[in-house]
């Protein structure tokens, strides 16, 4: 009897849904898998699906969004073994799982917390609620690439954020096992879209495009690149989330300034009369 | 039309110096290498001082003093004593009141009637919200024991220059930061007077910093290492400007910029009642609003009746000096932005736009501009598109509400909306697609120190007013 033959899995990009290749054709090797290397083409195409999937997932019920977010929980848990075979320790999946758990509750509770009545000096009804601001883009952390991936989507997208994140290019297969684990929660295609390749090349194009609402630079560990990105993402006045320090311990309270950041305060007056 | 005999305030109430130095370090000091401008009356044009003008050595001496004030002072006092400082100042600011108004009016241009029954009322009670947060910061819900962020730069515009000055320092002060704050060059004066009366507070020297001058003077003052925060109110140009200039640095900053506001009408609107909403949306402080209903969306089936009855009222609008207490619309601020007002406009016009203004004798000196209505407006017409910053209000049309909302988020802008409409659950509808930090239904430009204020996209970042107004100002 000879050993079963393994079928192994191709990494591809994510995007609206689907596991595209890189349109460009190109890929690079990590641990002994060709991983697509995306193009500014690619970025382009994804801000285009998150951009689609901004009425449906922004409008969806905070507490719809809160089950599917914890579904991708589940399903992370489920897949535990994967990544762990990926080289992720044990111990960062299952704080990933947590991570997303936490911030699976977050939904429905954020807008009482971060919004309310205000008491104006008049004969009117006043209240502000938060609301996304729309087409994130975010450069994942390098490492831990699942903590660290998982730290910086779920606050981005648990409000009703759509992102295109650029994953790690030293470890991207977690990235993209992590897709597999969002196409199969019910979240609608375009909300979480992925890209792997160079983030020096896919950065820039998302940093410069006019269709996105805010960038969240927590991994890019170049100071000079981060400033010039900062400066792009001023063309449309972006929010901009600035890069995490080096040390950064990605285990401890992550806090709300994550989901606050990407956030923008609406307030709606209306006289009170018979 | 009524005849209306002149009901001028009077101007003996402000005591106007010939020179004014810089506010730095508690005192007023000469520039160092003594350069001025003059600040004029936009209604008459006559010179009402020379003003110092602030050079990076001056802008250095200022960042250095609130630094020093910041480590020594202020940063260590407990939040109550912070709070009875800024207590004292909104109490000066109620006494002396009629004062501030008066010289708002002469630097501005805007009527009395607005600078007395709105400006200075909001500016007092702005100071009056914001003392009460800072012994109370840890419950403002950005931790439990929230930190300062240390020297805050502010630049504000010269639209509303006390109440802009208030957004901006109350905060600032309430949360632990000193700060450095230029005034627009057009309208110094008040803040001039805001210093005298923080000498009058006791307020300790360096925790407030004031530096008049134009762009290179704001320029240096943003881009000075020393300053942790900066905090700016202008257009939106100006405001991607210094969102470049502060990339890669540690600086914090907050925007709040232009706008383009749609002010929507729906067919079962009380049309008299959104008549007066159009007019205050668009003519209150001269249309130099950010946030002014700038472009009127009338459902098409009662668009004639509007207009007509929107007609009607503008032939009743007075316009001109700013200290008759008839006045209901003022001069235009300044030449340059006259100049603008008038240059869009005639784009309008040559667009392929209809303009209409009410018979309006202007008068002769000054900087005026008729309230004036463009109908015929498309959404690719540039004053459609472009804040005008002035009286000149553009109409469109639209069939059902889903065009409204495509119709009015059509903009790079964000800052604001109006919805008018008997229909509750249509308001709520309309709210919540509406890109826009403030909404106004079945009202427009009302403004409270509690309500956040801010806009979405490219109308700037960070609220002012309210709880979310400290956030700005604090290392969260």
Same mark, same amino acid.
């Given at each position: 009897?000879?050993?079963?033959?393994?079928?192994?899995?191709?990494?591809?990009?994510?995007?609206?849904?689907?596991?595209?290749?890189?349109?460009?054709?190109?890929?690079?090797?990590?641990?002994?898998?060709?991983?697509?290397?995306?193009?500014?083409?690619?970025?382009?195409?994804?801000?285009?699906? /998150?951009?689609?999937?901004?009425?449906?997932?922004?409008?969806?019920?905070?507490?719809?969004?809160?089950?599917?977010?914890?579904?991708?929980?589940?399903?992370?848990?489920?897949?535990?073994?994967?990544?762990?075979?990926?080289?992720?320790?044990?111990?960062?999946?299952?704080?990933?799982?947590?991570?997303?758990?936490?911030?699976?509750?977050?939904?429905?509770?954020?807008?009482?917390?971060?919004?309310? &009545?205000?008491?104006?000096?008049?004969?009117?009804?006043?209240?502000?609620?938060?609301?996304?601001?729309?087409?994130?883009?975010?450069?994942?952390?390098?490492?831990?690439? *699942?903590?660290?991936?998982?730290?910086?989507?779920?606050?981005?997208?648990?409000?009703?954020?759509?992102?295109?994140?650029?994953?790690?290019?030293?470890?991207?297969?977690? /990235?993209?096992?992590?897709?597999?684990?969002?196409?199969?929660?019910?979240?609608?295609?375009?909300?979480?879209?992925?890209?792997?390749?160079?983030?020096?090349?896919?950065?820039?194009?998302?940093?410069?495009?006019?269709?996105?609402?805010?960038?969240?630079?927590?991994?890019?560990?170049?100071?000079? *690149? &981060?400033?010039?990105?900062?400066?792009? /993402?001023?063309?449309?006045?972006?929010?901009?989330?600035?890069? &995490?320090?080096?040390?950064?311990?990605?285990?401890?309270?992550?806090?709300?300034?994550?989901?606050?950041?990407?956030?923008?305060?609406?307030?709606?007056?209306?006289?009170?009369?018979? | 039309?009524? +005849?209306?005999?002149?009901?001028?305030?009077?101007?003996?109430?402000?005591?106007?110096?010939?020179?004014?130095?810089?506010?730095?370090?508690? %005192?007023?000091?000469?520039?160092?290498?003594?350069?001025?401008?003059?600040?004029?009356?936009?209604?008459?044009?006559?010179?009402?001082?020379?003003?110092?003008?602030?050079?990076?050595?001056?802008?250095?001496?200022?960042?250095?003093?609130?630094? %020093?004030?910041?480590?020594?002072?202020?940063?260590?006092?407990?939040?109550?004593?912070?709070? %009875?400082?800024?207590?004292?100042?909104?109490?000066?600011?109620?006494?002396?009141?009629?004062?501030?108004?008066?010289? +708002?009016?002469?630097?501005?241009? !805007?009527?009395?009637?607005?600078?007395?029954?709105?400006?200075?009322?909001?500016?007092?009670?702005?100071?009056?919200?914001?003392?009460?947060?800072?012994?109370?910061?840890?419950?403002?819900?950005?931790?439990?024991?929230?930190?300062?962020?240390?020297?805050?730069?502010?630049?504000?515009?010269?639209?509303?220059?006390?109440?802009?000055?208030?957004? !901006?320092?109350? @905060?600032?002060?309430?949360?632990?930061?000193?700060?450095?704050? !230029?005034?627009?060059?057009?309208?110094? $004066?008040?803040? $001039?007077?805001?210093?005298?009366?923080?000498?009058?507070?006791?307020?300790?020297?360096?925790?407030?910093?004031?530096?008049?001058?134009?762009?290179?003077?704001?320029?240096?003052?943003?881009?000075?290492?020393?300053?942790? %925060?900066?905090?700016?109110?202008?257009?939106?140009?100006?405001?991607?400007?210094?969102?470049?200039?502060?990339?890669?640095?540690?600086?914090?900053?907050?925007?709040?910029?232009?706008?383009?506001?749609?002010?929507?009408?729906?067919?079962?609107?009380?049309?008299?009642?959104?008549?007066?909403?159009?007019?205050?949306?668009?003519?209150?402080?001269?249309?130099?609003?950010?946030?002014?209903?700038?472009?009127?969306?009338?459902?098409?089936?009662?668009?004639?009746?509007?207009? +007509?009855?929107?007609?009607?009222?503008?032939?009743? $609008?007075?316009?001109?000096?700013?200290?008759?207490?008839?006045?209901?619309?003022?001069?235009?601020?300044?030449?340059?932005?006259?100049?603008?007002?008038?240059?869009?406009?005639?784009?309008?016009?040559?667009?392929?736009?209809?303009?209409? =203004?009410?018979?309006?004798?202007?008068?002769?000196?000054?900087?005026?501009?008729?309230?004036?209505?463009?109908?015929?407006?498309?959404?690719?017409?540039?004053?459609?598109?472009?804040?005008?910053?002035? @009286?000149?209000? =553009?109409?469109?049309?639209?069939?059902?509400?889903?065009?409204?909302?495509?119709?009015?988020?059509?903009? @790079?802008?964000?800052?604001?909306?109006?919805?008018?409409?008997?229909?509750?659950?249509?308001?709520?509808?309309?709210?919540?697609?509406?890109?826009?930090?403030?909404?106004?239904?079945?009202?427009?430009?009302?403004?409270?120190?509690?309500? @956040?204020?801010?806009?979405?996209?490219?109308?700037?970042?960070?609220?002012?007013?309210?709880?979310?107004? $400290?956030?700005?100002?604090?290392?969260?």
């Amino acid at each position: 009897m000879s050993e079963r033959v393994a079928v192994r899995k191709t990494y591809k990009l994510f995007i609206g849904g689907k596991f595209p290749r890189s349109e460009s054709g190109r890929s690079y090797l990590v641990q002994s898998s060709n991983v697509s290397l995306a193009s500014r083409k690619d970025a382009r195409d994804a801000v285009v699906a /998150a951009r689609a999937a901004v009425k449906g997932w922004a409008g969806a019920t905070a507490y719809n969004r809160g089950q599917i977010l914890y579904r991708a929980a589940e399903m992370l848990e489920g897949r535990r073994e994967q990544f762990v075979a990926l080289g992720i320790p044990g111990d960062e999946v299952d704080a990933a799982v947590d991570r997303w758990v936490w911030y699976a509750g977050w939904a429905d509770k954020l807008a009482q917390v971060y919004g309310g &009545a205000n008491p104006v000096a008049g004969p009117y009804f006043n209240i502000s609620a938060p609301e996304p601001t729309g087409v994130v883009a975010v450069v994942a952390p390098e490492r831990p690439a *699942l903590l660290g991936l998982v730290s910086v989507i779920a606050p981005a997208i648990v409000t009703g954020n759509t992102v295109v994140v650029a994953a790690s290019p030293s470890e991207p297969l977690a /990235a993209v096992t992590l897709a597999e684990v969002l196409a199969t929660s019910d979240l609608p295609g375009g909300v979480v879209n992925i890209l792997t390749g160079a983030i020096t090349e896919t950065a820039p194009a998302l940093a410069a495009h006019m269709d996105v609402n805010a960038i969240d630079l927590t991994g890019v560990t170049d100071a000079t *690149l &981060a400033g010039e990105l900062e400066v792009k /993402a001023a063309e449309n006045l972006k929010r901009v989330l600035r890069p &995490a320090p080096a040390d950064h311990d990605w285990t401890v309270d992550p806090g709300v300034t994550r989901m606050t950041t990407l956030l923008e305060t609406k307030t709606v007056w209306h006289p009170k009369g018979v | 039309m009524f +005849e209306y005999a002149p009901a001028p305030e009077s101007r003996s109430v402000v005591d106007l110096k010939p020179s004014y130095g810089l506010f730095i370090d508690g %005192k007023f000091v000469d520039p160092t290498d003594g350069g001025s401008f003059k600040s004029i009356n936009p209604a008459s044009e006559e010179v009402l001082a020379e003003i110092a003008e602030a050079g990076a050595q001056d802008v250095e001496r200022a960042v250095s003093a609130a630094r %020093k004030a910041y480590d020594k002072v202020w940063g260590p006092m407990p939040g109550r004593d912070r709070a %009875k400082y800024l207590y004292r100042i909104a109490r000066l600011i109620q006494e002396r009141s009629r004062e501030l108004a008066v010289l +708002e009016s002469l630097d501005n241009g !805007k009527p009395i009637r607005e600078s007395r029954d709105v400006d200075l009322p909001l500016v007092a009670a702005h100071f009056f919200y914001y003392a009460g947060w800072a012994d109370k910061l840890g419950h403002a819900g950005f931790g439990s024991n929230p930190q300062p962020i240390g020297v805050a730069a502010q630049v504000i515009p010269w639209n509303f220059p006390l109440l802009m000055l208030a957004w !901006k320092i109350a @905060p600032a002060l309430a949360a632990g930061n000193t700060v450095v704050l !230029k005034p627009a060059e057009t309208t110094p $004066l008040t803040a $001039l007077l805001f210093a005298e009366i923080c000498q009058q507070a006791d307020l300790p020297a360096g925790v407030v910093n004031i530096v008049t001058g134009a762009g290179d003077t704001g320029r240096a003052l943003v881009e000075h290492p020393g300053v942790d %925060k900066v905090a700016f109110t202008g257009s939106t140009e100006v405001g991607r400007a210094i969102a470049r200039s502060v990339a890669g640095t540690r600086k914090k900053l907050t925007l709040e910029l232009g706008g383009k506001a749609a002010n929507i009408v729906f067919d079962d609107a009380p049309i008299d009642q959104a008549v007066e909403g159009i007019v205050n949306g668009i003519f209150f402080n001269q249309g130099h609003v950010c946030c002014a209903g700038s472009r009127l969306l009338v459902q098409e089936n009662v668009a004639d009746r509007v207009l +007509e009855s929107l007609k009607r009222r503008m032939a009743h $609008l007075r316009v001109g000096d700013p200290l008759d207490k008839n006045t209901d619309v003022g001069a235009i601020n300044s030449a340059a932005q006259l100049e603008r007002i008038r240059e869009l406009s005639d784009a309008g016009s040559a667009e392929g736009a209809e303009r209409w =203004s009410p018979p309006c004798e202007l008068p002769d000196r000054g900087f005026w501009f008729a309230p004036t209505i463009f109908t015929g407006v498309t959404q690719a017409h540039r004053i459609a598109r472009e804040e005008i910053f002035g @009286p000149v209000l =553009s109409v469109l049309t639209f069939r059902t509400p889903a065009e409204a909302v495509e119709k009015a988020n059509n903009t @790079p802008y964000g800052l604001s909306a109006g919805i008018w409409t008997d229909k509750g659950s249509r308001i709520l509808w309309m709210a919540d697609r509406l890109r826009a930090g403030v909404v106004w239904a079945n009202t427009f430009n009302k403004f409270d120190p509690t309500s @956040p204020f801010g806009g979405y996209k490219e109308s700037g970042y960070g609220r002012e007013g309210g709880r979310h107004g $400290l956030e700005g100002y604090l290392n969260v």
